[in-house]
């Protein structure tokens, strides 16, 4: 007995077909949408004593295809008040909740509208993650029934703005990691009752 060789024939159509369903989820218009190179960087400041915590793809600083994507969506996820340290960050079980729906939604949003998951930041007690889609009307339909449904995990909050320059995001993807730190702007903690 010799061994054995397992051989995959693709066509080029086939391959691209499944590059496509990774990047772009099923509502495909026809373009190949090819993602720049990930280059996470860690944001780690400290405005007036609350620790702003995040991590965001920089790679999306130069895009190219920014007006493809000219919708914002900021979704924030407010973290039980009895699960947070006393300044504002999560312990343990309430991280991992909040990655859990973090991970849920990179999941459903592509289902509604092609997007771009740029990155997220913990701050006074809110997870806030940004997402770039092409399609707002459809995805600001989606949330509205996601945020009516009984008993979710936990309460969440979103804004959809059109922002074809994506300049919400600007200043966490300019952060150079190797450069001296570069003061993030002041963020108000809110009181939580």
Same mark, same amino acid.
């Given at each position: 007995?010799?061994?054995?060789?397992?051989? &995959?024939? &693709?066509?080029?159509?086939?391959? /691209?077909?499944?590059?496509?369903?990774? &990047?772009?989820?099923?509502?495909?218009?026809?373009?190949?949408?090819?993602?720049?190179?990930?280059?996470?960087?860690?944001?780690?400041e400290? +405005?007036?004593?609350? +620790?702003?915590?995040?991590?965001? *793809?920089?790679?999306?600083? *130069?895009?190219?295809?920014?007006?493809?994507?000219?919708?914002? $969506?900021? &979704?924030?996820?407010?973290?039980?008040?009895? *699960?947070?340290? =006393?300044?504002?960050?999560?312990?343990?079980? =309430? /991280?991992?909740?909040?990655?859990?729906?973090?991970? /849920?939604?990179m999941? %459903?949003?592509?289902e509604?509208?092609?997007?771009?998951?740029?990155?997220?930041?913990m701050f006074?007690?809110?997870?806030?993650?940004?997402?770039?889609?092409?399609?707002?009307? $459809?995805?600001?339909?989606?949330?509205?029934? =996601?945020? *009516?449904?009984?008993?979710?995990?936990?309460?969440?909050?979103?804004?959809? =703005?059109?922002?074809?320059?994506?300049?919400?995001?600007?200043?966490?993807?300019?952060?150079?990691?190797?450069?001296?730190?570069?003061?993030?702007?002041? %963020?108000?903690?809110?009181?939580?009752?």
């Amino acid at each position: 007995m010799g061994l054995r060789y397992s051989v &995959f024939s &693709f066509t080029l159509m086939e391959i /691209l077909e499944r590059i496509k369903e990774v &990047f772009t989820g099923p509502t495909w218009d026809g373009t190949l949408e090819i993602l720049p190179e990930s280059y996470v960087q860690v944001i780690d400041e400290s +405005p007036d004593g609350f +620790p702003l915590l995040g991590m965001f *793809n920089s790679s999306y600083l *130069n895009y190219r295809r920014k007006k493809l994507y000219p919708w914002c $969506l900021r &979704f924030t996820i407010h973290m039980q008040s009895t *699960n947070l340290t =006393e300044i504002g960050l999560p312990y343990d079980a =309430e /991280l991992r909740c909040s990655y859990r729906i973090e991970q /849920l939604y990179m999941r %459903l949003i592509p289902e509604v509208t092609p997007c771009h998951y740029l990155g997220h930041l913990m701050f006074d007690g809110k997870f806030t993650i940004w997402w770039y889609v092409r399609n707002g009307e $459809l995805l600001r339909e989606f949330l509205r029934e =996601e945020h *009516n449904r009984p008993d979710p995990l936990r309460i969440f909050t979103y804004e959809i =703005e059109f922002d074809h320059k994506w300049k919400d995001v600007q200043k966490f993807l300019e952060i150079d990691p190797y450069a001296p730190k570069k003061k993030l702007p002041r %963020l108000k903690p809110t009181v939580m009752p």
